[in-house]
């Protein structure tokens, strides 16, 4: 009976570790993703303010709906990275 019980925490061992490497590479890709998404964002403002500016663009709606986006996309990045600042402070102030 014992020995049931050490081989099923092996296994829940071996199951906690492959996760958690799947877990970091998810988590830095998925960052990775967002960030440039953001940065699309960005740069499809600033193309359609200068579309505008050229002429390109006559409907004013089109380029102010965009730097919006690009705004709250900003804004949105900025609250996640205090957010990731806020929880490495916390994880730094833990006492082992």
């Not at 009976?1 to 958690?20: A, Y």
């Not at 996640?80 to 833990?94: L, P, S």
Request: hydrophobic share 40%; charged share 25%.
């Amino acid at each position: 009976m014992i020995e049931k019980i050490s081989n099923v925490n092996q296994n829940v061992s071996s199951l906690g570790q492959g996760s958690q490497k799947k877990s970091e590479v998810d988590f830095a890709s998925i960052l990775k993703d967002a960030l440039d998404k953001v940065n699309q964002v960005q740069k499809s403002a600033e193309q359609a303010s200068a579309d505008f500016a050229l002429g390109k663009i006559s409907n004013i709606h089109e380029v102010i709906i965009e730097a919006e986006k690009a705004t709250i996309a900003l804004r949105l990045t900025n609250e996640v990275r205090n957010r990731i600042v806020q929880a490495y402070q916390e994880i730094m102030r833990m006492q082992l």
